[in-house]
């Protein structure tokens, strides 16, 4: 794989162990179909002209297609509506004709991220654990509880410090601990669903919160 295209997604073609081309998905909507004018053009008859396309819904890729004769088919199901694609999909378009999606996070090892169990990145805001996106995105006042306890692993940080972080323009002393318990558990949840086999985040009872990486 090629330097210039290994932090975007991509489309591959694939025949058996052969990988016949392979597209870098740039932009917000992707074309594939006989026509010269297609991102991903595929010489086949059984092809429509512009047989679907794919849309850019923020860092993941919705499928359409585009009343083609033949059909959208992902991984052996027809779909009539757009469809949100997940790494490692497989789109038929025709008879023996397989194209591949391979989300941009799978395409390569992301420095200091797979190495670590939680990562933040704070330009995209965005969070990775063990390696994986957690997506969709953490909502604005999530990322900012859990940016505030990643300064210090291990260290518990009182309720109040936890609600000013969620709640910086409210006076804390006004906030429930049923919303801010809410908001943690929502957050767990989201943790969890990316991997369910480790705690996060602790509650010290009457206390605050830590987060767990050990």
């Not at 010269?36 to 053009?41: H, M, N, R």
């Not at 591949?100 to 799978?106: G, L, P, S, T, Y």
């Not at 990643?150 to 002393?173: H, L």
């Amino acid at each position: 794989m090629t330097e210039e295209i290994t932090n975007v997604a991509l489309l591959i073609w694939q025949d058996g162990e052969l990988i016949k081309e392979q597209w870098a998905l740039e932009g917000d909507e992707i074309l594939i179909g006989r026509d010269a004018a297609c991102q991903v053009q595929l010489p086949s008859r059984w092809i429509s002209r512009r047989h679907a396309r794919l849309l850019r819904r923020g860092n993941q890729f919705v499928a359409e297609d585009l009343g083609s004769k033949n059909g959208l088919f992902i991984n052996g199901q027809r779909v009539y509506k757009p469809q949100l694609l997940n790494d490692g999909d497989h789109l038929q378009l025709a008879p023996g004709l397989d194209l591949i999606f391979v989300d941009r996070e799978a395409t390569v090892p992301l420095p200091g991220r797979e190495a670590d169990p939680l990562y933040l990145d704070f330009d995209e805001r965005q969070v990775y654990v063990r390696g994986r996106l957690v997506s969709p995105p953490l909502s604005p006042q999530q990322f900012e509880v859990l940016a505030t306890l990643a300064q210090q692993p291990g260290k518990v940080y009182s309720r109040f410090e936890v609600i000013s972080a969620a709640w910086p323009d409210d006076n804390p002393e006004g906030v429930s601990d049923d919303a801010l318990d809410a908001m943690i558990r929502r957050l767990r949840q989201r943790l969890a669903a990316a991997d369910p086999d480790h705690e996060y985040i602790v509650t010290v009872r009457g206390y605050g919160f830590k987060l767990n990486l050990v």
